[in-house]
């Protein structure tokens, strides 16, 4: 995905996002730039940043990448999440309740 994106010299960054039916959502991309508000860690050579707000509601997460014969997407299991939404794309913790949307 990094030699698509255009370059392998990139972060992928992991945060979390208000909105969804339960009021938080993740989100996933490139990021060619770290912060000073950036924490970064790095698993199997890949680069990953996440911003100082995300963090807390990312404690302990564990992201992996399935393939299966309908495809293949990420998965994200976080212990943290005390609700998730039907559809199970968005989801709130004991502490942060984000911002709930209409579905």
Do not use: W
């Not at 945060?15 to 000073?36: H, I, P, R």
């Amino acid at each position: 995905m990094m030699k698509e994106y255009g370059s392998d010299d990139v972060y992928l960054r992991v945060k979390v996002n208000g909105g969804g039916c339960s009021g938080l959502s993740y989100g996933m991309g490139f990021d060619e730039e770290k912060t000073d508000k950036d924490m970064e860690l790095q698993q199997h050579g890949v680069r990953i940043l996440i911003d100082e707000e995300s963090a807390p509601i990312l404690r302990d997460v564990k992201i992996d990448y399935k393939q299966s014969m309908m495809g293949g997407g990420f998965t994200i299991d976080n212990p943290n999440a005390i609700a998730s939404c039907g559809c199970g794309s968005s989801f709130r913790t004991a502490t942060v309740e984000g911002t709930p949307e209409e579905c």
